[in-house]
Every structure is written in structure tokens, then in C-alpha cells.
């Protein structure tokens, strides 16, 4: 378990035994090369780590990562909503008209 530096000849692991190139030295997480991940590799921690340990950098864009996840709930629920009023609309309809036709002289 672990990797090799190339440079030193050196065997990297931490002390769960994780690879320490490839995860976070502070979660343990497998660190991401999409800068999209809540565990982007920030120098061998994680985003999400390195947020919560107070770097700025980080934490603004743990907060952006937040607000865009917001705004996706919100849009979808907006969606799903609107369409749940659309039924309830054509529904009402169907239930005057029937109601209507079934009175009419």
C-alpha cells in the first residue's frame, strides 16, 4: 500500500495506511482532479477539509459549491411544483366541466 516518490525513492502512507498521494492526509478521502469535487486535491487535502480548517480559498468555494446546490433545489422544486399546479389546474377544469354538463337542462 502507498506510492514511491520518484525523487526520493521514498514510500509515502499515513497512518491508516492510505495511499497519502491519493488521499486526503486529513479525511482519508480519495483526493479528485475535478475542481468541481468537494475533494479536489488542494496540496494532499482535500477541499472540503482545508474549508473546515479555515483556508479562505476554500471556504469560498465550499460556499459557491452550496449556493449552486440551492439554486438547483429550488429549481427543481419550482419545476416539480408548477407541474403539480398544471394537474390541479386541469383537473378543476375537468370536474366544472363534467359538473356542468351534468346539470344542464
Known amino acids: 500500500m502507498g506510492s514511491e516518490d520518484a525523487s526520493t525513492g521514498l514510500h509515502a502512507t499515513n497512518v491508516d495506511g492510505l495511499d497519502s498521494m491519493n488521499n486526503c492526509h486529513i479525511c482519508g478521502e480519495e483526493l479528485s482532479k475535478d475542481e468541481n469535487s468537494l475533494h479536489y486535491d488542494c496540496g494532499g487535502d482535500c477541499l472540503w477539509c482545508m474549508a473546515k480548517a479555515g483556508d479562505p480559498d476554500c471556504q469560498g468555494r ?10 438547483s433545489q429550488m429549481q427543481a422544486a419550482v419545476a416539480e411544483f408548477e407541474t403539480e399546479i398544471r394537474k390541479v389546474d386541469y383537473d378543476v377544469d375537468l370536474f366544472h366541466t363534467r359538473i356542468l354538463e351534468g346539470f344542464r337542462p
Open 62 to 71: 465550499v460556499v459557491g459549491f452550496m449556493i449552486d446546490d440551492c439554486i
